[in-house]
C-alpha cells in the first residue's frame, strides 16, 4: 500500500503506486501481482496518469530466498505492468530478473526481459 | 530441519543440470527417487521432434525453431514459437502439446506435466516443459511482441555498456572548500 514503485517496461508508466497487494495480507513479494495506480507516465505511452494498472514486481527490497539456501535482494522495489490476464502491456523489460518469476509462472515476462539473474 | 535443508541443496539450479523440472511443481515435494527416474527416462518432457510434429498435426503457422544460447543460456536450451489464426487455434495447439506429453507418460504413476500460462484468453500461451519452451500466438501477438526481432538482435550485439565502463574510472574530486588543502607529509 502506497508504496511507489519503478516500472521498468515500455508500456509509458514511470511511476506507480501500490493500491493493493493480491496475494497475502501483509505484503507482496517477488513475483507477486499488486494493483496499483500510475503516478508518473511518460507523455505518449500506452498508459496514462491516474489508470489503475495491474503489475508484477520484480525487483523487492526486501529479501526472497532460494531453494540453494542463497539469498536475493535488490536496491529498488520495481514492477513490470500487466493486464488483468497476465499479460504484460509492454513489449521489452529492462534490466536484470530473478528467475523466481519462472515457478510464479510469468514466463512472458522472462521471455521480454533482455538479462536474468 | 537439517534433512530437509540438506534435500533443498541437493536441488541447486535443477534446470542448469539439464534435469528439467516443470516450475508449477514444488521441486522439494519430488524424493530423490523419483528426480531421478524423471531424468533417467525422461518421459516427462517432449522432445523437438515431437513438438514439430503436434505442431504440423495441428497445423499452426509459421513455427519458428530458435536455440537460445548467451542470453537466456542457463534456463532453456530451445525456444519454439508457433502462429495460430485464432484464439481457439492457439488454445487448441496448448491442448495439443499436452495431450502428447499425457499420452507419453502413460503408466507412470506421477504424471509430470508441462505448465501452461494464459490459458484462459487465447492470446499468448506459453507451454514450459523445462528445456524447450513453446510460445502459441495470435497475429496481432505476434506483430506486438516481436519476439523474433527481440531474439535475433540481442544474440547478434552485445554493445559494451558506456555506464558501466565509465563507473570504474577513477576521478579526482573537486576541493570546492574553502579551507587550504593539507599537504600530506
Known sequence: ?117 | MWAALRSRSSSLHPWKQGIAVPPGLNPTAFSSSSFTTAATTNKAFLSLQEIKKVLNDVRADDVKVLSVPNMHADWADYVVLATGRSTWHVKNIAQALIYKAKQKQKGVDRKVLPSVEGQEEGKWIVIDSGKIIVHALDEKAREYYNLEGLWTTETSQKEPNPELEKAFVKIRPKNNSKKPVQKVA
Do not use: W
Open chain 1, 1 to 117: 500500500m502506497r508504496t511507489v514503485l519503478k516500472v521498468v517496461d515500455n508500456s509509458g508508466a514511470k511511476k506507480v503506486m501500490c493500491i493493493q497487494a493480491l496475494k497475502g495480507k501483509k505484503c507482496a513479494k517477488l513475483g507477486d501481482t499488486i494493483v496499483a495506480s500510475v503516478k508518473e507516465a511518460h507523455p505518449n505511452g500506452k498508459v496514462k496518469k491516474g489508470k489503475v494498472v495491474y503489475g508484477v514486481v520484480v525487483h523487492a527490497a526486501m529479501r526472497c530466498g532460494r531453494c540453494n539456501g542463497s539469498e536475493v535482494k535488490f536496491d529498488d522495489n520495481v514492477v513490470v505492468l500487466v493486464d488483468k490476464q497476465g499479460q504484460p502491456i509492454g513489449t521489452r523489460v529492462f534490466g536484470l530478473v530473478p528467475h523466481e518469476l519462472r515457478k510464479k509462472k510469468h514466463v512472458k515476462i522472462l521471455t521480454l526481459a533482455e538479462h536474468i539473474a
